[in-house]
């Protein structure tokens, strides 16, 4: 039987992304759409062919699984409501804008044993995830170089409207898709150091637990010329470089449903609620690190 899932959320990721890979996927099921606005579940679920929801517990109380594409401030609550119900978690990232938010979604699951991936797009793009791989097995990484610059505030762009982008910047909005990234080839990060710059950018300086250190710069209001995705490592095997994803999007989701259903079915990964909370945790530092100048260890 396919993978009954409820989708949380109406907005653009919902709607371009989540509802329609869902629907496509042939092992899943998308029975219906719960959002804050009603009339935007309405039409998503029209669209989607399923059923609009005005109450959260009914629309658990009918499925096997949740995706979720809410605001990482609303995020935790209908993580950890669903995992409390027993339904699998495709949450997306940033998991939360706490640590202690993203500790109560991580209590949940582990409490519930029930599955969970957290969408980290590069992680699910195939050309990505083999270089990020081989990257790790080869080691000897003395240190690495991000720069995720993007300009979302443009016009016609579909994310510039978000009101927790506009106010969390390109730290928690980019930065999890960078750290995403650093994090499996050095290792878990020991302190992090934090300047702003221009246009609310943000340069972070990060120490590894391994002894490695990684610079990592971040915008999501860059000036249009100066869009950037660049990642790459350096150590004894001499400088690699991290490739663009290659691949449609909802390609990509439609590899984390097959993730969270091998997971279901007893297989084990590494994106899940414990690296999504990983990665806040970096975030969170970073962000401590910037209000106050300092160094902050984790």
């Known amino acids: 039987m396919p993978l009954r899932f409820g989708l949380f959320g109406t907005g653009p990721w919902a709607t371009a992304t989540q509802g329609p890979a869902i629907v496509a996927h042939p092992d899943a099921e998308l029975v219906g759409v719960w959002g804050r606005d009603p009339g935007k579940a309405a039409v998503l679920a029209e669209a989607t062919g399923s059923r609009a929801y005005a109450d959260i517990d009914d629309l658990l109380g009918d499925v096997d699984a949740v995706a979720v594409a809410l605001p990482p401030d609303v995020q935790p609550e209908i993580a950890e409501r669903a995992a409390k119900a027993g339904r699998h978690l495709l949450l997306d990232k940033p998991l939360a804008l706490t640590v202690e938010a993203a500790d109560r979604v991580v209590a949940a699951v582990d409490a519930a044993g029930v599955a969970s991936v957290v969408f980290f797009t590069a992680r699910f793009q195939d050309n990505v995830t083999a270089a ?3 990257l790790a097995a080869v080691g000897g990484w003395q240190g690495g170089r991000v ?9 016609g762009n579909p994310y510039g409207a978000s009101p927790w982008r506009r106010t969390y910047g390109g730290l928690w909005d980019v930065g999890p898709h960078a750290l995403s990234q650093v994090l499996p080839v050095l290792g878990p990060v020991a302190e992090v150091s934090a300047v702003e710059g221009p246009r609310s950018t943000t340069n972070l300086v990060l120490r590894h637990e391994s002894g490695a250190v990684s610079t990592v ?13 660049d990642i790459t490592f350096f150590g004894e095997r001499g400088v690699r470089e991290v490739p663009r994803g290659e691949g449609a999007v909802l390609v990509a989701f439609g590899q984390a449903i097959d993730l969270l259903i091998a997971e279901v079915a007893g297989a084990r990964h590494d994106v899940g609620v414990h ?3 990983e990665v806040v945790g ?17």
């Open 132 to 134: 990020l791989r081989e």
């Open 147 to 155: 720069a995720h610059l993007a300009s979302i505030f443009q016009p």
């Open 217 to 229: 710069t971040l915008s999501v209001d860059a000036p249009p010329a100066a869009v950037l995705r």
């Open 275 to 277: 690296f999504g909370r």
């Open 282 to 298: 970096v975030l969170a530092a970073a962000e401590r690190a910037r209000e106050v100048g300092k160094t902050v260890k984790l």
